[in-house]
Structure formats: C-alpha cells, structure tokens
C-alpha cells in the first residue's frame, strides 16, 4: 500500500544484503542513507571467493542475520548510534549563541566533543581542494571523537546544506518569542517534499527566563520534528536536560509506593 516501515538502522562499518547473498532471492527490504556515506558494495562470484578463503567470515555474517532477525520479530528497533549533531539556528538571535555555548560546554564534560563552523570547512575544502579530502577529514573527527557538533548558519548555503547531510540528528534552535516563519534554510532543505536528509528533527525552544510555555503549537505546525524542547537558557537544569536530549541518553523516572514507619 505504498506505505514505509522502519525497520533499523545499519551503523558504520556493519552489512547489508546478507541474506540476497546467501540466498540469491532478491532482497526483502531497502537501505536508506540517512546521511553522507560511503558504501563499499560486492558481487556474488567475489564474496563467494572471498568466502572460501575466509570462512570464519560466513559464521560472523550468521550472527548478523540472526541478530537481526530476532529483532525484528520482535518488534524492537535498533536505535540510533548518534554521532553526527547538527544544529541549525533559526535566526542569529544573541540568545541561541548563548544556548550553544552552554550546551557544548555541558557536551564536553563528559565526551570528547569537536565543534565545526563554516568556517573550518572553508580553511578544509581550501586546504584539501576536494569534496573527497573533505569527507576524508569529517571522517577522521568522526573516528576521533565522542561527538561531532556541526553548527550550520542561520542562512541557506554549502556549509549548512553539508551540516544537515552529514547528521544522525538535527536539532533547530530558535528563540520562543520570535516570529514562528520557517527559516529560507528550513523551506530549501527540511520542509519539501524530497528533504535533502531523512535524519531525526526536532526543535529546542529557547527562553532567557522562566516563563509560561506558549506558542508551541505556532513553531511545529510548519515543521516536520518528531519532538520540542522548551528550554531556559539561564537554568543549569535545563541545559544539562538539553544534553541529553541532544545525545539521545535514555530518561527514566521510577515511582514506587508503600508503607514505612
């Protein structure tokens, strides 16, 4: 019926089309990049070469099967290794700078954590003169590093179109009492049809102070994200719950009732 299903997510370096391998069925689900990647792809006659002078590997693809397998059956999702952050301002409003800040501080207290601006990817694509050496280098920050944080511009460009394709996850910042408009960004890459990323959206409604949650429904309407953050920036509490949020950390709240004297 036209409808899609998400099955999991294949992490870097893992395989896929296993089973069309061992089978020679065509396959029975397709692969979607959520972002930029670089896929190796190889022919039967190959991995059967391959496989005859490697067979501790077929064992190896086995497991992946089975474990793939009986996730599925049994109905959970395999989450999300978010590695890639990007965050994508709605404006240059001075409070989402300060939000930022807060938030990257927070990050590095306990992860390894590289920020990237337009301007470090001009100062790279100049130094490597390739879109090649490029992905290159994002690769070796991935590799080196808890996270990577791109933080796209308030304006449509290269850099921010690369920020939001590079992503596990995007999150938009804007400020609560500004005007709700999607940003040229958001109508260019986000809210189409054909979005240049299927990553995660979601959005982070920044406050200078305590005040009333309104508006909400204002920001969403416009905007495809699966969840919004009411966040005062000047609270600790609400920047250490942004850094959760932000890492996709599970929250838990445990109630238990029963008598004490």
Do not use: C
């Not at 709700?180 to 809210?191: C, G, I, Q, V």
Request: glycine share 8%.
């Amino acid at each position: 019926d036209g409808t899609v299903k998400q099955l999991g997510y294949i992490r870097e370096g893992e395989s896929i089309g296993e089973v069309a391998l061992f089978t020679g069925e065509n396959r029975s689900a397709s692969v979607r990049a959520v972002r930029d990647s670089v896929v190796a792809g190889i022919g039967m006659q190959a991995f059967q070469r391959f496989a005859q002078a490697n067979p501790a590997m077929l064992i190896a693809l086995a497991k992946t099967v089975i474990t793939r397998f009986r996730t599925t059956e049994s109905g959970r999702k395999s989450r999300l290794n978010i590695r890639n952050i990007a965050l994508l301002p709605h404006s240059n409003h001075p409070l989402i700078g300060h939000f930022t800040e807060q938030l990257l501080r927070q990050l590095a207290e306990k992860r390894k954590v590289v920020l990237l601006r337009g301007q470090d990817y001009q100062e790279r694509y100049d130094a490597e003169g390739s879109h090649a050496g490029v992905a290159h280098w994002l690769s070796r920050l991935e590799h080196a590093h808890d996270l990577v944080i791109y933080l796209a511009d308030a304006t449509a460009g290269p850099w921010t179109e690369l920020a939001l394709r590079q992503a596990d996850i995007i999150w938009r910042l804007a400020a609560a009492h500004e005007t709700p408009a999607l940003s040229d960004s958001e109508t260019l890459y986000l809210e189409k049809i054909d979005p240049i990323t299927h990553a995660p959206g979601n959005l982070f409604l920044l406050h200078e102070t305590s005040t009333g949650v309104r508006n909400s429904a204002a920001w969403i309407a416009p905007r495809n994200v699966h969840r919004h953050v009411h966040i005062r920036v000047n609270s600790r509490a609400d920047i250490e719950r942004a850094s959760r949020f932000v890492t996709g950390e599970p929250f838990g709240l445990v109630l238990s009732g029963g008598g004490a004297r």
